[in-house]
């Protein structure tokens, strides 16, 4: 249980106050940040909440959105990327997860949209490296590709990432965005070292109506994790591995019990 | 136009006679044929009702659902796949689309099913090659791996087609299932000889909350549908484009208007 983290979203009712109680509760020793609620809580005071707790960050969500086309709204996500790696620092965390983003609006040009990525990620590369802070870029489900995400696929995000040092540039290994991938295997092994984040959630059928709250507590659909989370050990990650679940019925449930599942789920269906 | 066809789900509520007839009232000269629809009509009488009016059958949906487990279901599935093929004779259809299946009911095998759906291809390809049929791969968005195809990327199937004929087995193009793939521009290259069907419809959003209608009209959505007609036609691909939309807005409509609607559409967005 030890490797064990909490992604802040799937006890979505609870405060970060809360969900650091929550941990401490259940014990769990990481805990996965999003921005907004740590902003209303406030940075600082969440970095001295999770400290005096005893747990650490596991990663922050999320940089990235840097799909736009060249002029002042690209400026400002640059620089509010610039801010997400400054909040990274403060907090600890492992890593700055990158959700890069979607096609712009009107837009059909997805090579133009994945190419201004890499140039996004070498813009940021020197000021989250001199800042010690990891960027981890997430490949999305290619259901996210038009509207969150251009980067679909683990392999691509390692070309993304190749460029840079692995301590600056890593990849988020996310079970339900890759698990369908038929490379996986190949590309997981080829990610040896770049591991900046494990996260599992359960891909369920039938299908969700809501295509962002379509992901299940493991076991309940269809990944094997056991395979998945043998595969990126055996290419030396042993960092924490993060419950991160967004679905309507789970948010709804009392959150205390929402983990006391996923801590049994965990322990059957991740490591087994 | 006149390589223009109306796959006939794309106007769900018709008949077969009442799409033969709406694809000649519309100019159309091919159209693509779904089995159940064709048995309800009776599969000679939808024969000679499709010759009489002098269209052509651009394909046959659908064989495969092969990745069941050694036993009677898998053998039932693949008599009936046989006698899919015995339908494409009939119909005089240019190929039957291999829709090949989703996990096993309880299972996590990915890696198993994929395997028994190479173990099917080679289990038709001699029944098929007798009949003149080509069995056409499709390729399903990963959205649909678990529950309808686990054949996740065009790669993936030119991988499964390589060890036949290309004239036996071939792969269809379907622009909603390949548009995201980072890799889709050397994989239609390589396609070359291999494309047996090339199927357009858009990627629209918000994502609908029937993930199985969730298919756009062309010029809808985010899809460049220029790009993909250019690299197919590179590859030596110039049959038929058969416009196949799953949409409960667009079945509510009149289908004549539907028609006329996809036919500006076409020549706008993917002639363009």
Do not use: K
Request: some cysteine; glycine content about 10%.
């Amino acid at each position: 249980m030890e490797r064990l983290s909490l992604n802040q979203r799937t006890t979505e009712r609870w405060t970060v106050a809360e969900a650091v109680d929550g941990c401490v509760r259940a014990g769990i020793g990481w805990i996965g940040l999003w921005r907004e609620p740590v902003q209303s809580y406030g940075v600082a005071r969440t970095a001295r909440l999770v400290a005096e707790a005893g747990l650490r960050v596991s990663s922050l969500c999320r940089g990235g959105f840097i799909t736009g086309l060249p002029g002042p709204g690209r400026d400002a996500a640059l620089d509010d990327n610039r801010r997400a790696i400054d909040e990274a620092v403060a907090l600890g965390a492992d890593c700055l997860v990158m959700v890069v983003g979607g096609l712009p609006d009107g837009s059909r040009d997805l090579a133009g949209a994945r190419a201004r990525v890499a140039d996004g990620v070498a813009a940021l590369v020197p000021y989250a490296s001199q800042a010690g802070v990891r960027l981890a870029l997430e490949p999305m489900h290619p259901l996210y590709c038009a509207d969150r995400g251009v980067l679909s696929t683990l392999g691509q995000a390692l070309d993304l990432a190749a460029p840079f040092a692995p301590s600056s540039v890593g990849v988020v290994v996310d079970t339900f965005h890759v698990w369908w991938d038929p490379d996986v295997e190949a590309a997981i092994a080829r990610s040896a070292g770049r591991i900046a984040s494990f996260q599992v959630c359960d891909w369920i059928t039938p299908f969700p109506a809501d295509a962002l709250l379509s992901r299940g507590m493991m076991g309940d659909g269809h990944i094997d994790f056991r395979r998945l989370r043998r595969l990126v050990e055996a290419a030396g990650y042993d960092g924490p591995i993060e419950v991160e679940i967004f679905n309507a019925d789970l948010w709804a449930a009392d959150p205390d019990e929402v983990v006391a599942l996923l801590r049994r789920r965990y322990a059957e269906h991740v490591l087994g």
